[in-house]
Protein backbone atom coordinates (compact mmCIF):
# COMPACT_ATOMS: atom_id res chain seq x y z
CA UNK A 1 0.00 0.00 0.00
CA UNK A 2 1.37 3.64 -0.85
CA UNK A 3 2.10 5.62 2.29
CA UNK A 4 3.24 9.51 1.27
CA UNK A 5 4.31 11.19 4.93
CA UNK A 6 4.87 15.00 4.43
CA UNK A 7 7.17 16.48 7.15
CA UNK A 8 9.36 20.21 7.69
CA UNK A 9 5.85 22.58 8.04
CA UNK A 10 5.73 25.37 10.62
CA UNK A 11 5.53 28.87 11.89
CA UNK A 12 8.13 31.16 9.70
CA UNK A 13 8.41 34.95 9.35
CA UNK A 14 8.39 36.92 6.35
CA UNK A 15 11.63 36.42 3.67
CA UNK A 16 12.44 33.18 5.80
CA UNK A 17 12.59 29.37 4.12
CA UNK A 18 11.23 25.87 4.58
CA UNK A 19 12.04 22.61 3.69
CA UNK A 20 8.85 20.15 2.94
CA UNK A 21 9.77 16.56 2.71
CA UNK A 22 7.20 14.21 1.15
CA UNK A 23 8.50 10.53 2.13
CA UNK A 24 6.83 7.39 -0.06
CA UNK A 25 6.86 3.97 0.57
CA UNK A 26 4.95 1.26 -1.27
CA UNK A 27 5.14 2.51 -4.60
CA UNK A 28 8.69 2.54 -7.37
CA UNK A 29 9.16 6.17 -6.64
CA UNK A 30 11.19 6.18 -9.66
CA UNK A 31 8.36 5.89 -11.78
CA UNK A 32 6.14 8.18 -10.55
CA UNK A 33 5.45 11.62 -11.45
CA UNK A 34 4.85 14.28 -8.38
CA UNK A 35 3.33 17.39 -7.31
CA UNK A 36 3.25 19.78 -4.52
CA UNK A 37 -0.34 21.41 -4.07
CA UNK A 38 -1.60 23.74 -1.47
CA UNK A 39 -4.97 24.78 0.12
CA UNK A 40 -5.15 28.22 2.15
CA UNK A 41 -8.10 28.76 4.21
CA UNK A 42 -11.05 29.24 2.16
CA UNK A 43 -9.42 28.78 -1.08
CA UNK A 44 -9.63 25.81 -3.79
CA UNK A 45 -6.21 23.43 -3.58
CA UNK A 46 -3.65 24.83 -6.37
CA UNK A 47 -0.77 23.83 -7.75
CA UNK A 48 2.76 24.63 -6.20
CA UNK A 49 5.64 22.69 -8.18
CA UNK A 50 5.59 19.53 -10.40
CA UNK A 51 8.60 16.80 -11.17
CA UNK A 52 8.04 14.58 -13.40
CA UNK A 53 9.82 10.54 -13.24
CA UNK A 54 12.42 11.91 -15.99
CA UNK A 55 13.25 15.24 -13.58
CA UNK A 56 11.40 18.05 -15.27
CA UNK A 57 9.86 20.27 -13.63
CA UNK A 58 7.12 22.99 -13.64
CA UNK A 59 6.00 25.49 -10.85
CA UNK A 60 3.00 27.87 -10.54
CA UNK A 61 3.92 32.08 -11.55
CA UNK A 62 3.60 32.72 -7.93
CA UNK A 63 6.51 30.70 -6.70
CA UNK A 64 8.43 30.60 -9.77
CA UNK A 65 12.13 31.58 -8.72
CA UNK A 66 11.43 31.45 -4.71
CA UNK A 67 10.37 27.39 -4.76
CA UNK A 68 12.68 24.51 -5.87
CA UNK A 69 10.98 21.17 -5.84
CA UNK A 70 13.56 18.26 -6.01
CA UNK A 71 13.69 14.34 -5.46
CA UNK A 72 16.15 11.60 -4.38
CA UNK A 73 15.06 7.98 -5.51
CA UNK A 74 17.48 6.55 -3.09
CA UNK A 75 15.66 7.61 -0.14
CA UNK A 76 12.26 7.66 -2.01
CA UNK A 77 11.74 11.44 -1.01
CA UNK A 78 10.35 14.47 -2.67
CA UNK A 79 11.22 17.86 -1.65
CA UNK A 80 10.22 21.71 -1.61
CA UNK A 81 12.79 24.21 -1.24
CA UNK A 82 10.81 27.57 0.14
CA UNK A 83 12.80 30.75 -0.17
CA UNK A 84 11.25 34.17 0.26
CA UNK A 85 8.37 33.23 1.83
CA UNK A 86 5.22 35.14 1.88
CA UNK A 87 2.44 35.58 4.08
CA UNK A 88 0.59 34.61 1.14
CA UNK A 89 1.96 31.22 0.92
CA UNK A 90 0.34 30.29 4.38
CA UNK A 91 -1.45 27.37 3.29
CA UNK A 92 -1.55 23.47 4.18
CA UNK A 93 1.05 21.79 1.97
CA UNK A 94 0.26 18.35 0.09
CA UNK A 95 2.14 15.99 -1.64
CA UNK A 96 0.52 14.01 -4.34
CA UNK A 97 2.16 10.61 -6.69
CA UNK A 98 1.07 9.66 -9.47
CA UNK A 99 2.00 6.11 -10.18
CA UNK A 100 1.75 4.47 -13.86
CA UNK A 101 -0.11 0.81 -13.51
CA UNK A 102 -1.55 -1.54 -15.82
CA UNK A 103 -5.00 -0.53 -14.89
CA UNK A 104 -4.20 3.37 -15.32
CA UNK A 105 -2.45 6.10 -13.55
CA UNK A 106 -3.04 5.32 -9.54
CA UNK A 107 -3.26 8.96 -7.40
CA UNK A 108 -1.88 8.99 -3.61
CA UNK A 109 -2.09 11.85 -1.76
CA UNK A 110 -0.31 12.79 1.97
CA UNK A 111 -2.11 13.80 4.50
CA UNK A 112 -0.36 17.87 4.38
CA UNK A 113 1.59 19.89 6.85
CA UNK A 114 0.70 23.32 8.22
CA UNK A 115 2.87 26.14 6.62
CA UNK A 116 2.15 29.40 7.90
CA UNK A 117 4.19 32.86 7.04
CA UNK A 118 3.97 35.93 9.54
CA UNK A 119 4.10 39.22 8.32
Known amino acids: QVQLVESGGGLVQAGGSLRLSCAAS????????MTWYRQAPGKQRESVATITSDGSTDYADSVKGRFTISRDNAKNTMYLQMNSLKPEDTAVYYCEIREPSPFGTLDFWGQGTQVTVSS
Open 26 to 33: GTIFERDD
